[in-house]
């Protein structure tokens, strides 16, 4: 009996999901942990690995279409299977697609056969499968280090650097016609990942009204913790404490104080969490991600500083599932690295707030009758009106600054 591919469930509250691109076309064979397709949710893209290893036929799905969790996208019928159209589900020898959690910027404009007959035993990671794709690397021609001469990351970077420099010829063809449209320049779809994007956030603008409140917080005592946390951090081998974890540590301390800040809309109803999930808005490769610091109101700085290199590195690995890259209660974003002085974010809904961090910069200010210059920062909070009013809003603001001119009180 072929073995039925149906539409996995990658997060506990996905209820549909679209394929985004398919990588094998009707017939190709695959090996059992082979990439077939990539799947999209609110959230992210995940590849969906074959469950078996045979020939894939009767593929049902289109992409782009929004599927429900569980239907049938195709059939793997197993060696010297005659191929047929199923009527019904095998229910006996049904499989369920494991997916690979590992999400994706970027989806083909059109199906891509990743396996042909004379490469079945072809094995490589999504990210190496990725970097091949990005490059016009056939991965035919790459050897293997991984277990079973699996594909690695490692293994295609290094085969891109001994490869030729030198560019192949071009066959010469005639320059096309201008069209009406030349100095309109290049189209580009939007990728999955930011589709996804896109779509929270105008929905965010469209049902939330923001509002916004900024102070400008002096940073030097911020600054000397951090130095010093630094030197200990190295004795406990934690990793190096940076400005927008020791911010998210401040926020999360004081976020217990201000639980309208922490909470999320819901339809006509304000939802009170009793943890504090911070997300770190992130950039990889022009799309926005934002890992999840979980329970982060719990965590000490070492503990904090350790999850947030986690995320981080997770994330530019591509390994991070669709649960740590949603269910924040509270988000930060950090552009202060870009010598950005402030700006305004967009609430991630459902949650009722944001804040932005610009760069830290020295500035004259007059502290104690003299002009002095002090290094200082500007924080914005993006606030929804519709749970969060102005005062509320201003008092967390205060507490922040007070939090973060004063951080040796809270660790």
Partial sequence: MPIEVILPKVDMDMETGTIEAWHVKEGDLVRQGDTIFEIGTNKAVMEVEAPATGAIRNIKAETGVPISVGTPVAWIYLDGEAATTPSKPAAA?????????????????????????????????PLARRIARQNGLDLKIVAGTGPRGRIGEADVKRHLEQRPRCAPAQET??????????????????????????NRLSES?????????????????????????AKRHERIGAPKPSLTVLIARVAAHILRDHPVINASA????????????????????????????????????????????RLRDGMAKRTLTPAELGGGTFTISNLGMYGVDSFTAIINPP???????????????????????????????????????????ARFMADLREALENPELLL
């Fill in 173 to 198: 063809r005639p320059a096309p016609a201008p069209s009406a449209n030349a100095s309109e320049g290049r189209l580009q779809p939007f990728s999955a990942i930011r589709r996804i994007v896109a």
């Fill in 266 to 309: 819901e339809g006509e109803a304000t939802r009170f969490h009793e943890r504090i999930d911070i997300g770190i808005a992130m950039e990889r490769d022009g799309d926005l991600v934002v890992p999840v610091l979980r329970n982060a109101g719990a965590m000490d700085m070492p503990a904090m500083t350790r999850e947030f290199a």
């Fill in 351 to 393: 949650q009722g707030a944001i804040l932005a961090v610009g760069r830290t910069v020295d500035k004259p200010v007059g502290r104690d009758g003299e002009i002095v210059l002090r290094p200082m920062a500007n924080f914005t909070l993006s606030s929804d009106h519709r749970i969060v009013d102005g005062v509320a809003a």
């Fill in 93 to 125: 020898t049904a499989s369920v697609a494991a997916a690979t959690p590992v999400s994706k910027t970027e989806a083909p404009a059109a199906p891509v056969t990743a396996v042909a007959p004379a490469s079945s035993g072809l094995r490589a990671t």
């Fill in 205 to 229: 603008m469209r049902t939330a009204p923001h509002f916004y409140l900024t102070s400008e917080i002096e940073m030097s005592a911020a600054r000397d913790l951090l130095g010093r946390l």
